[in-house]
Every structure is written in C-alpha cells, then in structure tokens.
C-alpha cells in the first residue's frame, strides 16, 4: 500500500502524534540548559535578590495576563516576554552594575513563568512545552549575547551608556526575535511537514505586530532600569498591556468574522444541499495544500474564505445536486453555480478577491488563479471519495485528478494534495 493510500485510508494514524526528532532535540536541549542553571543557582545563590525578585514578578504577571489569549496567538504572554529579555538584557539597576549572568537570568525567568502559568494549567489552559521552549531558548540566546559581554567591561570600554547603548540593545532584540521566528518556524515545520519558507515567512510578519511591541518594551525596561531602578517597570509595562488589550479585540473581531462565515457555508449543509463536514474539510485540506505550495498571509485567508463558501451558489438551484457533488456535473453546469456563489459572496462583504477564486473554481486551471485551482482540485477530490461517487476510494481519485490535470486540474496542485493526503490530511469526504 502507498503512503498516500496509508494516510487516506487511515492506515497510519498511528505516526501522527509522534513528538517529531526536532521538536525533541529541542525539549532535551531546553531540559538540558534549565537543570543547568537552576544547579548554578543552587550552588552560588541569586545575585541581588530585589532585581530577580521585581523581575520575576513582572514575568509572572505578564504570563497571568495570558487571559483572554485566543488560540493561535504567536505570543499569548506579551508582557511576560517583554520582561524575561528586558532582565536578560539588563546591565545597570539605578546606576549600579548587576551580576546576575546567563544562568541567573534563565532561573529566575522560568521559574517566574512556570508560576504565573499555574492557575492556567489548572485550568488546562496552561502554555505549550513548544511555547516554554521557544522562551527558555530566546532567552538564553539574549543573555548569552549580552551578560558575558557587559560583566567584562569591555561593553562600557567600547560603547558607555550613551545612544549606541540603546541602538545595540534594540539590535540584540531584533536578532532575538529573528531567532525565535526561526525556531517557530522549525517547530511549525517538524510537526506540519509543510515547507518552511512560507512559515518562516508568517512568522516574520507576525514579529511587525505584537512582536515588535514585545522588542521594544523590552528596550524601554531595560534601559529605564539602568537609569531609574526598578520604578520604572510598572511605568513601561502599561503601554505594553494596551497594545495587548487592542490586539485581542482585533483579533476577536477577525476570528468572529471568520465563523460568521463558516456558519454562512454551512447554509448549504443545513439546506441539504451539500453533505455534512464537505465546506469545512475543503476549507481544512485547501488551506494544507496551500501551505504546500507556498502560500501564506493574506494569500491562505483568501483561500480558507473561498474554500468554505465554494459552494454557496447551489442555494440558487431549484433541484440540488445529488449528494453536492458538483465535480461530477457538465462543466457548463458547474461554472454556472460557481457564477451563482460569486454573486452571493459580493454581497457578504468579503474581499472581492474571494469571490473571483469562487467564480472562477469551474475555469481551466490554466485560466485560473492559484487559490481557485486548490479549491477545485480539493472540492473534486472530496466528492469524488462521497458515497455516491464512482470511485472506489481515495486512490482512485486521486488518480481521476491524475488523468484531468491536462484541462482542469493543475498538476502541481495535485502532486500536493497527494503529499498532504500521504501525510494525513483530513479525512475524504463520506466521513462525516
């Protein structure tokens, strides 16, 4: 059996939760790097416990102030971040130098975040081993980069406390970010298996938003510690909550606007026009082989928006089609329901890009933009594998796509979905 029909038919399920080799090198180094530390600290004790002790409340705070977070945020905990590089990155506290090193800086960071993560783990909400890695791992390359440098003197030889101190702290947060992007990314790619350029670039555009507000407060703590003492922390930290604040609304707004229009999809289903599941396992498998193929940013919100509506224009038809199988109807007869649903999607006030991917799902792939040509190859492959299609499972239509890609399907898009589908996509349609 082939990889592809193992994963469409459900013959290898048993891999998928498997923590991938990445992701446990990366746990191990993470364990390896924390016991270090706290056994450091053990030994030496913590160098000026009121610094570890403001700093690490702070970091708690701002890791209980994760209330509210929305599944899917990059950084569910901005102001416990914003505080763990701040103290990595802290040289002076009201004048005077601080010794707290690279191993004093990563103790009192996760044990700060390990407490203020409690009442959520309590509630089962706690952060993810993937989330607390990436920030054990940031972290140190931040006090790496920074603490040995400034306890030998030859950061304050070379650069002193004027602007270059604050343009060489901003520059250490912008690679620290960078460096999180990157690992993200691996985390994302070891799990998802899709390509990391495109996730990469995700991640990158995520750090324009909330990461760079992160970065800066980070800047601004540390470097008004250095002046003002520990006073300044509360000062600095409420921009940050603001910006949180506004962030979690509009990201609210736009994950209410997307179930309204996952609920507007299934009008279809609820009508009895289209099988149940079909608009959001179109819209799941499209979004797979869109990332497959490089697609990111705005390019998949158009699609996951088309994917899910790609079937609205049967609500115009006096006889539904049987089972919603508009794959396995005269090409005139499927651009025309597509026609339909694009004019019913102008009217929801969506991007007009979304309904031009809905119009033009029927076209010849080679007059198609990409996001239609997945929507078409994935609505085919899922009414071809319904119970009343023709085919006889997965493998057979895959293959009745093989055999259209000189007209109707584009052969890339089909290699993908063969590639998502030998990985495990989403089940075929007929499940429900």
Same mark, same amino acid.
């Given at each position: 059996m082939s990889a592809a029909a193992a994963a469409a038919t459900g013959a290898g399920p048993r891999t998928r939760h498997r923590t991938p080799l990445t992701v446990t090198a990366l746990y191990g180094t993470c364990a390896l790097l924390t016991v270090t530390s706290v056994g450091w600290t053990l030994l030496h004790g913590i160098a000026q416990p009121r610094n570890a002790l403001a700093f690490g409340v702070l970091i708690a705070v701002g890791e209980l102030a994760r209330w509210g977070a929305l599944p899917g945020e990059r950084e569910p905990a901005p102001l416990g971040a914003a505080g763990a590089l701040a103290y990595a990155l802290l040289g002076q506290s009201a004048g005077q130098p601080t010794s707290h090193g690279v191993p004093g800086t990563l103790t009192v960071v996760v044990a700060a975040a390990l407490a203020g993560a409690v009442p959520h783990a309590a509630r089962g909400r706690g952060p993810t081993l993937d989330h607390? #890695?990436?920030?054990?791992?940031?972290?140190?390359?931040?006090?790496?980069?920074? @603490?040995?440098?400034?306890? $030998?003197?030859?950061?304050?030889?070379?650069?002193? @406390?004027?602007?270059y101190y604050a343009v060489l702290l901003l520059l250490l947060l912008v690679l620290t970010a960078l460096c999180d992007a990157v690992l993200a990314a691996l985390v994302l790619r070891a799990r998802s298996g899709h390509p990391f350029g495109p996730l990469l670039r995700d991640e990158l555009r995520a750090l324009l938003g909330i990461g760079s507000a992160v970065c800066a407060t980070g800047a601004v703590i540390a470097l008004g510690v250095a002046v003002a003492g520990l006073w300044a922390l509360p000062v600095f930290c409420v921009p940050l909550l603001l910006t949180q604040l506004s962030f979690?609304?509009?990201? %609210? =707004?736009?994950?209410?606007?997307r179930q309204t229009i996952a609920s507007l999809a299934r009008a279809t289903e609820i009508a009895g026009y289209t099988p149940h599941g079909h608009a959001?396992?179109?819209?799941?498998? $499209?979004? #797979?082989?869109?990332?497959?193929?490089?697609?990111?940013? $705005?390019?998949?919100?158009?699609?996951?928006?088309?994917?899910?509506?790609?079937?609205?224009?049967?609500?115009?038809? =006096?006889? *539904?089609?049987?089972?919603?199988?508009?794959?396995?109807?005269?090409?005139?007869?499927q651009r025309r329901i597509a026609l339909l649903g694009g004019a019913v999607v102008r009217q929801t006030g969506v *991007? #007009?890009?979304?309904? =031009? =991917?809905?119009? @033009?799902? %029927?076209?010849?792939?080679? &007059? @198609?933009?990409?996001?239609?040509?997945?929507?078409? %190859?994935?609505?085919?492959?899922?009414?071809?594998?319904?119970?009343? $299609?023709?085919?006889?499972?997965?493998?057979s239509a895959l293959e009745r796509l093989r055999l259209g890609t000189g007209h109707d399907y584009q052969p890339e898009v089909v &290699?993908?979905?063969?590639?998502?589908?030998?990985?495990?996509g989403p089940a075929p349609g007929g499940a429900g």
């Open positions: 607390m #890695a990436r920030r054990v791992l940031t972290v140190t390359f931040a006090a790496v980069c920074f @603490q040995p440098l400034y306890g $030998s003197g030859r950061f304050g030889e070379h650069i002193g @406390q004027g602007p979690r609304r509009y990201a %609210a =707004v736009r994950t209410t606007y959001r396992r179109v819209a799941e498998l $499209s979004l #797979a082989v869109g990332r497959e193929l490089g697609l990111s940013g $705005s390019e998949l919100t158009v699609l996951e928006y088309a994917a899910l509506m790609h079937d609205i224009g049967q609500l115009s038809l =006096v006889d *539904p089609v049987p089972a919603g199988a508009t794959a396995l109807l005269p090409v005139a007869e *991007p #007009a890009t979304v309904a =031009v =991917v809905v119009e @033009q799902q %029927a076209d010849p792939f080679r &007059e @198609q933009p990409l996001p239609a040509r997945i929507v078409r %190859a994935v609505n085919a492959y899922d009414d071809l594998t319904g119970e009343s $299609s023709p085919a006889s499972g997965p493998l &290699e993908s979905l063969a590639r998502v589908l030998s990985r495990g």
